[in-house]
């Protein structure tokens, strides 16, 4: 007999409408979930205490039992129909993430349940790419780091500049069907990761977020973290190509949070002047968001050496990036980065990785 540990989690139903009833046990079972449903007493406390999702008709929101609920994470409120507007009030009360409308958000609601129902997974890395001045190749960098950590199950790559050409043109992706920013601007708070991974571009395991030529825009922050967080919340690996343009808010969002940030620098004096920039506390005293940047140190003729860049911007150099004859007549080809184990650009991607697999890859 299953000892109650093993016993597989049950997700909690409230809901005194039949029809609603039946409906939320008939999604349930698609989704593999025998649920608990419960009306009242103390059976239910429990039940809302420890089950790893709990969904309440809107019938039931101003109802003594459920008014007296603790607010907790991972309540949806269920609607057969447009709510009124006192549901809707209701639900902000008790901490709602969501109200679902029937049938409209069925796909959403399945896909809600099976990411409660998942075994908890390890979070996924988050590791930033930028650069002190335009052509050291942080993008090129960032799609490689991507490529190279995308054969364990996937990654994702998301493009921070709205006005730029895009990080799809640089996996050759630029044709390939998928959502692109100003699909997503509007994003906010609690995202589906599945739905997520499955909407954007792919190339080689790499899930791709990019901007629209067509309909440049600002990347929102808060649309940005939502995005970064549904990857990292379900598994996926997350690289983020910050443009040096970059805002504070937008910065904050992302590098607070990485478990490294790497800026690329090409051999020169001017170049590494201005990563110094980036890396050194305003006037204000505040520290600066890249403040904790590892450098890779792209190669140039006659330029500075790894330890010369390192000298002059005060941070430690993480891996230096040799001459590729073949990465600019591959990127006009619309063909991804070469990352094998012979690749200049494979050899950076696995020593980032592996530096942000480390503890102290954060603050080094």
């Known amino acids: 007999m299953a000892s ?18 039946d409906d939320l046990l008939r999604l349930l079972a698609a989704a593999g979930a025998e649920p608990v449903v419960a009306s009242g007493g103390s059976g239910l406390r429990r039940a809302h205490r420890e089950a790893p999702l709990v969904l309440l008709g809107a019938d039931v929101l101003t109802t003594a039992p459920v008014r007296g609920l603790p607010r907790r994470p991972g309540v949806v409120v269920i609607a057969p ?86 990080l799809d043109l640089v996996l050759g992706a630029e044709h390939t069907e998928g959502l692109r920013w100003p699909e997503l601007a509007g994003l906010r708070g609690r995202v589906a990761g599945d739905a997520l991974m499955a909407a954007l571009p792919e190339v080689s395991g790499v899930s791709v977020l990019a901007p629209s030529r067509g309909a440049p825009a600002d990347v929102p922050a808060e649309a940005l973290q939502a995005v970064v967080e549904a990857a ?75 330890d010369e860049v390192a000298d002059v911007v005060g941070r430690p150099v993480l891996a230096e990036l040799g001459h590729d004859r073949g990465a600019a007549a591959r990127g006009e080809r619309g063909e991804p980065p070469a990352v094998g184990a012979r690749s200049p650009l494979g050899a950076v991607a696995r020593r980032v990785l592996a530096a942000a697999a480390r503890p102290a890859g954060r603050a080094a």
Not at 4 to 21: F, G, I, N, T
Not at 262 to 291: C, F, H, I, Y
Not at 297 to 302: I, S
């Open 4 to 21: 109650p540990r093993s016993l597989p989690p049950r997700p909690l139903v409230v809901a005194a409408d039949e029809e609603l009833l």
């Open 81 to 166: 129909g447009e709510p009124p507007a006192g549901a809707w009030a209701a639900a902000v009360e008790l901490g709602a993430e969501r109200v679902a409308v029937l049938p409209d958000d069925e796909a959403w609601l399945l896909s809600r349940v099976a990411a409660a129902l998942r075994s908890p997974v390890e979070r996924g890395s988050l590791l930033v790419v930028g650069s002190s001045c335009g052509g050291a190749g942080a993008s090129t960098v960032a799609a490689a780091v991507a490529l190279s950590a995308a054969p364990g199950g996937g990654a994702l790559l998301v493009d921070a500049d709205g006005w730029g050409a895009g």
């Open 232 to 306: 990292r919340a379900g598994g996926w690996p997350v690289v983020v190509d910050l443009p040096r343009t970059a805002g504070p808010e937008l910065a904050e969002v992302v590098l607070a949070e990485a478990d490294l940030a790497v800026l690329v620098v090409a051999g020169r004096l001017r170049a590494a002047s201005a990563a110094r920039l980036l890396v050194t506390a305003g006037p204000d005293g505040r520290p600066a968001p890249w403040a904790a940047a590892q450098l890779v140190v792209r190669r140039t003729a006659g330029g500075l050496s790894p």
